[in-house]
């Protein structure tokens, strides 16, 4: 049963970059599956963010691909995300996830979140 | 991007009755090349991860109970609790991931009346 677990820090600065990394434990970095980053603002619903493959192919919200980088570490077996030029709208929990491509990627596991603030 | 329109925004039913939640999108999300609709529903708790309850519009995850169900195709789709149950409170999102950005609905609050 595939595991994922979130770390980063919970306050980030206006104008700051938000890092997270989120380590896989049970199943490969580079088996046949999409690793994403979802969050969801305060009292509002869920956003995707980004997607990545192994091979390194990504997928972007066209909302926040300006701001975004996410990369995949295969050693460590894990995945992480960049987000730039942070305000309080950035304000959220995130969420790494993953994904069975079908076409498409069908999110199918969870990691368990983690709020991350941005505020001076 | 494909706008996701979940209804009712929320939702009080009894114990043991039904509860349906719509979930309507903007273009088709069926899936010519492999007659497909991809549309998943999540169950999300306070404090938890959002968890899959049905992708391809009705078929349900490892582990679902059976009073979960899901039906639909094209545009228009539902997710219906049979009997409802207090650990079924939660809110409720449907999915698309027919493409990207892939999008949810804005999430039904379901509780118990």
């Known amino acids: 049963q595939v595991q994922l677990h979130l770390s980063g820090p919970g306050l980030v600065k206006p104008s700051g970059t938000l890092s997270l990394t989120c380590a896989v434990s049970g199943d490969s970095i580079s088996s046949n599956k999409w690793w994403s980053w979802v969050r969801q603002p305060p009292g509002k619903g869920l956003e995707w963010i980004a997607e990545?493959?192994?091979?390194?192919?990504?997928n972007y919200n066209p909302s926040l691909k300006s701001r975004v980088i996410i990369s995949v570490d295969k050693p460590k077996n894990q995945f992480s995300l960049n987000l730039t030029s942070v305000t309080a709208a950035d304000t959220a929990v995130y969420y790494c996830?993953?994904?069975?491509?079908?076409?498409?990627?069908?999110?199918?596991?969870w990691g368990q979140g983690t709020l991350v603030t941005v505020s001076s | 991007d494909i706008v996701m329109t979940q209804s009712p925004d929320s939702l009080a039913v009894s114990l043991g009755e039904r509860a349906t939640i719509n979930c309507k999108s903007s273009?088709?999300?069926?899936?010519?090349?492999?007659?497909?609709?991809?549309l998943a529903w999540y169950q999300h708790k306070p404090g938890q991860p959002p968890k899959l309850l049905i992708s391809w519009a009705s078929t349900r995850d490892s582990g679902v109970p059976d009073r979960f169900s899901g039906s639909g195709s094209g545009t228009d789709f539902t997710l219906t609790i049979s009997s409802l149950q207090a650990e079924d409170v939660a809110v409720y999102y449907c999915?698309?991931?027919?493409?990207?950005?892939?999008?949810f609905g804005q999430g039904t609050k379901l509780e118990i009346k």
């Open positions: 990545i493959y192994h091979s390194g192919s990504t």
């Open positions: 999915q698309q991931y027919y493409n990207t950005p892939y999008t």
């Open positions: 996830a993953r994904g069975t491509p079908s076409p498409g990627t069908l999110i199918d596991s």
């Open positions: 273009q088709n999300i069926l899936y010519s090349s492999n007659s497909k609709n991809h």
